[in-house]
């Protein structure tokens, strides 16, 4: 008898206006709507948002989306999956592996009658104390993202711009450091590099962080002490290193702070032109996403034939996959990537 080819993931993996839809196992991944059956990759909410019926992520994400959403508005029913568990749905195999991103993100990875498909959402290959780290799992198709999917980003090491900020902090003991940062991934784990540098004074907050903060903390992340910075003196603020939203930074809130030395933490930072534009004075390149040279090396460790590319910069990235034999292509979902672009970066 002739052998049976496996069905391209193509057959049964659509788009769809809800967003990645698995055909056979009636769910979708990351929708972009409610729908009835959702596997979500992590908290973000470009990624996760409220109202489905059914939503299967890992503890943490259920945790987060949670937190962010309301008790009822993360899943009428949730299903917690930990990393490397398989089950079956429909018939098709399901299971997740760490992405790297943020806390409890992780990539979905798919098999149906001999075709595997791995849908990374975001993620990072760099060390981050605050989340479990990338794993590679071989596929034949790799669905990725590209937010830094050009050759001028190139992230530099991480501890490295924390060790430029704590300089910064030694030389201006007058002054109070703020830094921009997301809520959800990086204010966090630069709380954790900060203490892995020897950094163990306590660390402000702005209201916004504290939320997730405390989830972090409830999840098993030891964050050291912390104090909100809404309520402290500006002498207590002196010499003190604060985190915020960057929008909390451009506002009055900032009135408060003694001679603040404005930071942002992104992989934006490594753009000079966007650093000036936001009155930056200590740019810290810091990405919760692989740069250039790590989603190229990702793309041909999980050894797939073919690469689909979401959110960011898929021209370039899809031209590099095709000088290394590796088939690309775009895979527009609509609404991928909204989330405070610059923050969350």
């Known amino acids: 008898m002739p052998l049976i080819a496996p069905p391209h993931p193509e057959t049964w993996l659509k788009v769809t206006q809800a967003g990645l839809f698995c055909e056979p196992g009636g769910f979708f991944i990351d929708p972009l709507r409610a729908v009835d059956r959702a596997v979500i990759s992590h908290g973000h909410s470009d990624h996760?948002?409220?109202?489905?019926?059914a939503v299967l992520a890992t503890p943490e994400t259920l945790a987060i989306m949670t937190a962010r959403l309301g008790e009822g508005r993360a899943g009428a029913t949730q299903q917690a999956l930990r990393y490397g568990e398989v089950i079956a749905i429909n018939g098709v195999k399901l299971?997740?592996?760490?992405?790297?991103?943020?806390?409890?993100?992780?990539?979905?990875?798919?098999?149906?009658?001999?075709?595997?498909?791995?849908?990374?959402?975001?993620?990072?290959?760099?060390?981050?104390?605050?989340?479990?780290?990338?794993?590679?799992?071989?596929?034949?198709?790799?669905?990725?993202?590209?937010?830094?999917?050009?050759?001028?980003?190139?992230?530099?090491?991480?501890?490295?711009?924390?060790?430029?900020?704590?300089?910064?902090?030694?030389?201006?003991?007058?002054?109070?450091?703020?830094?921009?940062?997301?809520?959800?991934?990086?204010?966090?784990?630069?709380?954790?590099?900060?203490?892995?540098?020897?950094?163990?004074?306590?660390?402000?907050?702005h209201g916004a962080h504290q939320g997730l903060c405390d989830v972090y903390e409830a999840l098993g992340v030891a964050l050291g002490p912390l104090l909100p910075a809404t309520v402290a003196r500006k002498d207590a603020l002196k010499g003190a290193i604060v985190l915020a939203p960057p929008?909390?930074?451009?506002?009055?809130?900032?009135?408060r702070l003694a001679e603040p030395v404005v930071a942002n933490a992104?992989?934006?930072?490594?753009v000079r032109q966007r650093a000036?534009?936001?009155?930056?004075?200590?740019?810290?390149?810091?990405?919760?996403?692989a740069d250039w040279d790590e989603l190229l090396e990702t793309c041909a460790e999980t050894g797939a034939g073919e690469v689909w590319v979401t959110h960011g910069r898929e021209d370039a990235l899809i031209h590099a996959l095709g000088l290394q034999g590796i088939r690309g292509r775009a895979l527009n979902l609509i609404g991928r990537g909204e989330e405070d672009e610059e923050a969350a970066a």
């Open 276 to 289: 000036r534009q936001g009155g930056v004075e200590l740019p810290l390149v810091i990405s919760d996403h």
């Open 95 to 205: 299971w997740l592996r760490p992405a790297g991103h943020v806390l409890g993100s992780a990539q979905i990875a798919l098999e149906w009658q001999g075709s595997r498909v791995v849908v990374s959402g975001d993620y990072k290959r760099r060390a981050d104390p605050s989340c479990a780290a990338f794993e590679v799992e071989r596929c034949d198709v790799f669905i990725t993202e590209a937010t830094f999917a050009l050759p001028v980003f190139r992230h530099p090491d991480a501890m490295g711009e924390i060790a430029r900020l704590l300089r910064s902090a030694a030389l201006f003991p007058e002054r109070t450091h703020v830094i921009g940062c997301y809520s959800l991934g990086k204010c966090q784990r630069l709380i954790r590099m900060l203490r892995q540098a020897g950094y163990d004074s306590p660390i402000h907050l």
């Open 48 to 53: 996760a948002r409220p109202g489905h019926s």
């Open 266 to 270: 992104s992989g934006w930072m490594g």
């Open 247 to 255: 929008s909390a930074i451009a506002d009055r809130w900032a009135r």
